[in-house]
């Protein structure tokens, strides 16, 4: 998978050479690429804001600088023909690269999304600040990317990295070959619907506190049928939404 990260700030997106995420880089599993927004700007001040049409608090991205972004990350894929086959259709039918736009005015981010976009094979991330980025971007980008709008969360944040940040690791996580241990992710908290069981470690006992003796009892199917009734009584306590859904 190749991701392209646009924005004013690319040095927030080191934290992605850390950990399984810079290990799949270097084992050739993903490839990040990072481009300054202020790249693509034609003042000598690299301005990439205007007030907003029609009035109003704070400024909004202007369209140029990011539909030049666009066109360069465009180049340089068809401009490789061996990274434009390899960067082709996938499993979604659709040989145009994903443009992910983070914004709280989207559609919230889920773990199905997740599994849907580690099949994509070209991800493009176009993280927003200060009001936003002029729609007109959206509806231009639409002839040439698949473009999905996606929110974190109910609430706002400074700008979109963070969450393109959030939603890069649900994602990549999911491709294989990431993850050292794969059986690891049919057990995780939404793989079923249901939030994960609580689990637990050496010693058994810890300041007082022991470790369920059914997960000492070596019963695999005991412990099988524990879990999921630990499962299932977290989600109706913590996320009473979440178990109405399972029960639909």
Not at 142 to 150: D, K, P, S, T
Request: proline share 6%; aromatic share 6%.
């Amino acid at each position: 998978m190749r991701i392209d990260l646009i924005s004013i700030f690319p040095e927030f997106f080191e934290v992605l050479d850390l950990s399984l995420i810079g290990r799949a880089q270097q084992e050739g599993l993903l490839q990040i690429r990072r481009h300054n927004l202020r790249d693509y700007t034609a003042d000598k001040h690299r301005t990439v804001d205007s007030p907003p049409a029609g009035g109003g608090a704070g400024m909004v991205m202007k369209p140029e600088p990011w539909a030049q972004a666009l066109e360069q990350v465009l180049a340089e894929t068809s401009g490789n023909e061996d990274a434009a086959e390899e960067l082709g259709a996938g499993k979604t039918g659709d040989s145009r690269p994903t443009l992910i736009i983070p914004t709280p005015s989207g559609e919230v981010f889920t773990q199905g999304h997740a599994q849907e976009l580690a099949g994509h094979q070209h991800l493009v991330f176009a993280p927003g600040r200060f009001e936003g980025i002029d729609e007109r971007v959206t509806e231009w980008a639409a002839g040439h990317f698949q473009v999905r709008r996606l929110s974190i969360g109910d609430y706002v944040l400074n700008g979109g990295e963070a969450a393109a940040v959030v939603m890069i690791e649900a994602i990549t996580r999911l491709i294989p070959g990431v993850i050292g241990n794969e059986a690891s992710l049919e057990e995780e908290s939404h793989t079923d619907g249901l939030l994960e069981y609580p689990v637990y470690t050496k010693p058994a006992q810890w300041r007082g506190h022991q470790i369920p003796e059914v997960l000492l009892s070596g019963n695999h199917a005991r412990i099988a049928d524990w879990r999921r009734a630990q499962a299932e009584a977290r989600t109706q306590q913590t996320r009473p939404d979440l178990w109405a859904r399972c029960q639909s």
